[in-house]
């Protein structure tokens, strides 16, 4: 290997992926190999790594693979851009300002779900801080 290319081992460590999520992707299309060697392993290019991590970063919001194919096709088209008419760019950078803020308010909405799981949580101790006899220790 020349140090351009990684095999699949290396970009699940990387990614924090399992190598059974990176094949998924790469099945659903979102993520293809950038080459294999002489004996058939994906190698991935930083590129790669890349893109699933954008991929890494939309799960938990909650976007859908066909988003995710959305997003990393705009940028992808946007990365590109000396064959991107000015017309064709307003819209891809419409289209991702776009994710940006569905990103945004995904995450304000996670913001009030954890802020109410540790509400709950501190009830909980509160209860059981009540509860305790005089003297115990936790």
Do not use: C, N
Not at 25 to 41: H, W
Not at 42 to 70: A, C, H
């Amino acid at each position: 290997m020349d140090g351009k290319h990684m095999q699949i081992g290396e970009v699940a460590a990387r990614t924090e992926l399992s190598l059974r999520t990176i094949r998924h992707y790469e099945e659903t299309g979102l993520v293809i190999p950038s080459a294999r060697s002489q004996g058939g392993f994906r190698l991935y290019t930083e590129s790669d790594v890349q893109r699933l991590m954008v991929i890494r970063r939309m799960k938990p919001l909650g976007f859908t693979l066909e988003q995710m194919r959305d997003l990393l096709a705009a940028t992808d088209r946007l990365d590109h851009a000396d064959t991107v008419d000015g017309t064709e760019r307003d819209a891809l950078l419409e289209r991702v300002r776009t994710y940006e803020q569905d990103a945004s308010r995904k995450i304000e909405e996670l913001r009030i779900q954890l802020a109410r799981a540790e509400d709950f949580a501190a009830t909980l101790r509160t209860r059981l801080d009540a509860a305790r006899p005089m003297g115990a220790s936790a």
